[in-house]
Nanobody
Framework: LSGLIESGGGSVQAGGSLTLSCPTV????????MAWFRQVPGKDREGVAA????????SYADFVNGRFTISRDNAKKTMSLQMNNLKPEDTAMYYC?????????????????WGQGTQVTVSS
């Protein structure tokens, strides 16, 4: 799956919201796992949220704690991440990711296609 391009990052104050989007032109979009990851300089990339091809089953990292919602529109070949109640510790580069298949989407090692990232900065 190719052509992952993130958008929607920016700078917000703590408690604010942002929506990240990841459209693609790949014809296999509707059959693969999709996820959002994030990375802070000097630290490993970490999984944030994942979604199965159907869009019904999702999985979140513990630190999300109900603040984020991942979704996908297979007809529009777009995945999104709605982030509410943002905290300064959410500051990171956020990456869209795709797997090669549509199973085990909650496993962070399933992903091998990556976008270039979009920066999210949350100030206190």
């Amino acid at each position: 799956l190719s052509g992952l391009i993130e958008s929607g990052g920016g700078s917000v104050q703590a408690g604010g919201s942002l929506t990240l989007s990841c459209p693609t032109v790949s014809p296999s979009f509707g059959t693969t796992c999709m996820a959002w990851f994030r990375q802070v300089p000097g630290k490993d990339r970490e999984g944030v949220a994942a979604i199965y091809p159907s869009g019904i089953t999702t999985s979140y990292a513990d630190f999300v704690n109900g603040r984020f919602t991942i979704s996908r529109d297979n007809a529009k070949k777009t995945m999104s991440l709605q982030m509410n109640n943002l905290k300064p510790e959410d500051t990171a580069m956020y990456y869209c990711a795709a797997g090669s298949r549509g199973v085990f989407c909650e496993r962070w090692d399933e992903y091998n296609y990556w976008g270039q990232g979009t920066q999210v900065t949350v100030s206190s």
